[in-house]
Every structure is written in C-alpha cells, then in structure tokens.
C-alpha cells in the first residue's frame, strides 16, 4: 500500500483544469483579504495551482490559481491573466496547508501565501547548476602547502563529492570560501556542471547502539504508513540526530523529500557537516541567511523534487515541497519556532498540521519535550521512543548547585565579581587539565541597567518599557527591543550630576571580563547573538571550539543547545533564577529546558561533565529537578499546575495586542472591545491592559487575553468579536492565537 502516491499532484482531475474563457480565483501573497477572478489567457489552460503574473491596478503581481472565479466581478471588468510563470504549480496540499493555517491563526490566505510565494515573485530561471568537486591532481602535484583547511577540503570532495557552491562547501567543511577559491585558482578543485541525474551514494552508516536501533526502526516503520507523531525523548548526547538520519537514510532510498527544522540558524553549520559526513551531499537551506539567488534555486528545487532533503527554520514549512515524506522538527520545546511578527504562528503546531495534510509521519525530537507535547503522549495522541543514556561511553554531567546567598562572589581588583568561588575552582581545575568551560548568562551586552550613582535616574529607552543595555564592545548603550543606542552620557539628565553613572548587574560582556581578570592566561571568547548572526560566523567559532583554542566560552543561548563539542567538560550557569523573575505561564518550564540544554553541554565524551548552578532559591523546583535528574516529577507538577488553572495545554489562550501611537485611542479601543467581549460557558476574557512592554518602538500597547475552553475554537469568537468594533486607522490589532510571550 502506497498512499502517498494518491496524494501526488501528477495527474489533475478533470475539474481543475481552467480553459481559455474560463474565469479563475487568484490568490495574491499580501498581507490583506485578497482574491480576485481573472479570465484564462487564450494563449494557455491553467490548473489549480499554477503560479501566474496578474493585472492588479498599475501594476503586475504574482499569485496562484486557487480555484474557479468567485463570480463578485463584474464580466467585463475581468482583467486576464498575463502569464503562466515557470515553475511549478504549488500542490494541493500546500494550499491546503496554507488555507488551514490562514484560518487558524485568523490570518489573510494572501499573509500566508507570501510565505511560500516570496522568492517566485521575482522569478528568473535559474542558471546551469554546477557543483564543486575534485579535479584530479593531489595538493601535492599542484604544488600547494597542505594545511589543515586544505587537507579537510581534499577529504571531503574525496570519494567523488560534490557541492553545490562555495559557501555551501565552507559551511558543510568549515573552512573559509577564500581557501576553496584558491584550490579552484590552482586547479585541485574544479566547477562541473550537474551530472544529469548523479545517484546518490551514501558512504557507510554508523553503527546503531541498540536502543538508538529499536528507536530508529519504531520511526522508519512509520514511514509510507500515513500520518503520526512521534516524539523522540532521548537525553543530550543520547543520538537523537544519528537516529532521525536513519529514517531519512530510508527516504533517499525509497524516494520523495524531508524536511528537517532547526530552532536557529546558528545551529545548522554542526548539522549541516554532521548531515554531509552522513550522506555525502548538503541538503538545501532555507533561512534568512541565503542570497537571493541561492532562495530561488532552493525553492525551485524542492518544488521540482530535486532537492531530496531540505533543512531550515520555520518558513522552511511552507515551501512547496513536490513530494514531501518526513518532517523532523528538531528541539520541537524551542520558543524560536513561534514566530511572534507578521503571521504569528508556531511552526512545530503547523508542521504537525502540515503532516496531517500531506498524510505522512513527522517526529518531534528534544531532551526536554514541550509539556504540550507530553500531554499529547500522556493522552496516546502521539507515540514516544525514549533513549534515557548518552551514547557510548559518556554519561551525564553532574549537576550541583552554588547557593548565592552562603557562597558569595569576592570582589576582585577588576571590580565586583559574578563568579563564586567553587565556581572559581571548577574553572581552575579544567583549565589546568586543558578541558574547556562555558559560562553561561543569557543577557547580552555589559550592563542590563546604567543608573546615577547621585539621583537613582535609570536610564531607558525613549521609544520603549525598557531600560538601556550597556556594551562595551560597542561603546554605547542599547536598546535590545528596537534598536535604539546612543553614547553613555556624561551628564545626568535628572540631578546634573557629572560622571555618576554606574553599571548594574552583570552581562556577558562583564561576566567575560572578569574570567579574563581571574585567569589572565586563558583564551576567553565571548558569544552571542550580534556576533554570531551568520551560519558561516558559526562554524569559524565551531572549528575554533573543536580546535582547542579557546579554554573559556562566555556565552547567551547561542550556545546552549544541540552543539557537540567533546573538550567541554564545564559549565557555569552564572545566573540561573534569571528566566523565573518573570511572569510567563512557561517561566518554570522554559528556565528546567534551557538549563538543561546548556547541562546538556557538558561532558559530552569520555571525561564526566559538571554543571554548576548558581542561584539565590536552591530549593526552587526547577534547581531540584535539574540535580535529581527527575523530570517525570517536574513535568507532573507543572502539568497539575497549569490544568488547575485551566491554561495550555488544557485551556486555550488567544491575545490580543492593541497598539498605536496615541495612547488614549488604543485604550478606548481596548475598551470598546471589553463592551462587546465573547461571554458564554468556557469563555473568560481579561483585560484590556497596558502591557508589560507599555511602550515598545513608539507604539503605546494594550493586551487583552481570550482565555476558552479546551473544545471551544476561539477562531470563529475572535472574529465575530472584532467585526463588533470600530477600528481607527492608527490602531492595530494584532492577533496572537496560542500566545507564548506575554509582553
Ligand atoms: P543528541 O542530539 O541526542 O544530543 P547527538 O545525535 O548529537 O545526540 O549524538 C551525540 C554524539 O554521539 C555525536 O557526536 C554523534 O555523532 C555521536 N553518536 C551518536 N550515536 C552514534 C553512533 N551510533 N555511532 C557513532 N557516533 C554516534
Ligand atoms: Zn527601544
């Protein structure tokens, strides 16, 4: 039994096929209501689907072919279409997976269309295809000095591989694009042009542990079998990325395309030379990292099939994959896959949705799955395979906690200190034994907050609820909501004061400092976000890593999760209460992952790791479930807590965040909106209120939250609830279904 093939769009049924004289439905890609009728050219038939250039006032759009004409033009004011554009058309089930999603999160068809459309909107047909392989001479017969870079790219175009360009190849090797443009320079590599239909040959598999085996085998027997959800639950270095190869190993021999997402871009440069050591070619990307040259090759080849495996971030779900069989979403408990702009969506739901509707398997894979998805287990909605050891020889790093308030950090000559002393220790002892350390605080920049030393004046951001972030790198102090930065003043604006402001709190950039007073010898490399924006930036600080120079790592989240370095056996978590301050339904759930993940750093080889926490509340359940271990506990706990209180999973929630320039005029809206809120059984709304972030980018904020019953879909209240009132212009009103950021 093949159901997968019922669902290919070769053959068109009859119906859908639109002659000349015809009149079709096109939906456009904007953010607005937007779907008119046009006529079928005489040139040409049309199918549903079909990518076509319309009339739209003065200018020219592209759009889809969504169905027959909806009949509310008027005959002779249809405009026909120009031109079919192409590509192919966007299947089936890509536009029922649009429709779906437009509808879920109250969105327009058109918003969501964009997603799959964008780089078809400036459509140019790709040119010849050509891969970077090895030309025949050694780095010996040409002459060139075999450097380790050098010798890393002779081994990986060994064995007849190829890549698909340069930057591609820099990334999958980690090496710099200059070194492979001087090997094509000097003739050891060579650009050909796509053997027509190359087979891929797969270089050998690694040999599974068992439990990885019978993991591997519950996945692949999924496959063909129609839709399911497995969760794979295996702790950090168990092989959770080893055992999900295997099923897409079944899918390059078996036919059709899968889909990996990954929470981050920063993470696909490690993914991506682990995928090409697996399989022997690089899956095409899609993240915001990609010239638009290389958007509209990738897109094209994973509409034409061509493109066997695609990774990406979240948009990556909506491409319009020919024949798509697997989805993994890796780390499924990321918040990164909600995306909190434009369409607010998160993109593990939609990717379950988007299995559904192209009837085929997807595994949810993580160390700390979302109480989401263990309520779904819990509930059999989804199947589990669980992997409870590290691969080999590595076991669990040992997690012990520094109580802040009995061990405090001394101050040093540098100035105060966030380290405390066993800490202190723990860093000494690694460095002495050349193993590496990171020391984790998820707060980028110097200082969170600068104030005057005389007054108390705290200085913030003119635009937003935020206080102003000092960096020393930069010199000036940032606003991390908008953008916003200016130099450190002089003088205080409050009380005249000159020179009196001081910096308060710790961030990575003073945490940095202090490890390179402490420890004057030891290479100390800071990371975060602003500096590792780009998959290539990654893989430099990851060869770096791997390379052994550097001892200690000062990082935020970048860092944290899915990266496998061997040398680590330490990290600090300088200030692990920081995610419980605030008020989020997920503050505790989200502080156990994150912890957990960078715990999940250290010790990943043959040397156990430690983990120091330090903290002010020991005692807290999220410091106690992270030393038993016990997460089947926290897990229970958490879930008892939120079914209590009837919040997701077991209630639903649905902001709405109201916004303007004029503050007045969001509030009335607000309260024009409680006049005429949804009642009923089931049905509770709260607010309006100004939000946590009162002021952000210029633009007064209130919220209002929507909170329903389990078996009540707020979609169809939310509508009717928003026709009841009158809008201003200035005021905006976002809808987030599902909501994860409270702010
Ligand atoms: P996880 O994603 O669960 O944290 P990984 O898939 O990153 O774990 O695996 C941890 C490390 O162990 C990686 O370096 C991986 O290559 C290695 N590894 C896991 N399983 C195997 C195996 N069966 N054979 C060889 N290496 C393995
Ligand atoms: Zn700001």
Redesign the pocket.
Known sequence: MNNLADTAVSSTPPQDRFEPGEVVCVVLPLPIEAAYDYAVPVHESLVLGDVVEVPLGRRFEVGVVWGPGKGDVAAHKIKPVVQRVGVPPIPDVSRAFIDWVAAYTLQPTGAVLRMTLNPARRWQPPTPPTVIAAAGPSLETAGVKPTPARQKIMAAVSKGRTFDSMSRMAKAVGVSSGVIRDLIDVGVLALRPVAASAAVQLPAA????AG?RAAAGTICEKLGQGFSVTVLD??????????YFEAIAKIMETGGQALVLLPEIALTAQWMA?FVARFGFAPAEWHSDLSGKQRRENWLHTATGEARVVVGARSALFLPFKDLRLIVV?EEHEGAFKQEDGVIYHARDMAVVRAREGKIPIVL?S?TPSLETMTNVQAGRYAEVH?PT???V?VLPKINVIDLKTDKPEKGPWGRAWLAPPLVKAIDDALRSGEQSLLFLNRRGYAPLTLCNSCGHRLHCPQCTAWLVEHKLTRRLQCHHCGYNAPRPIKCSSCGAADSFVACGPGIERVAEEAQARWPEARVKMVASDTLDRPSAVAELIEEILQRRIDILVGTQVLAK?H?F?NLTLVGVVDADLGLSSWDLRAAERTYQLLHQVS?RAG?AERQGRVFLQTHDPAHPVMQALVSGNDAEFYARESEGRDMLAMPPFGRLTALILSGPDEIQVKAVGEALARVAPQGEGIEVLGPAPAFMALLRGRHRHRMLLKTRRDIKPQALVKDWLERVRVPGAVRIQIDVDPYSFF
């Open positions: 690694p040999t599974l542990e990885q295996g702790v950090t270095g168990s092989g959770k990325t080893e055992v682990r890796d894979s160390a992997l590290r691969f080999g590595a899915g496998h061997p999940g990943r």
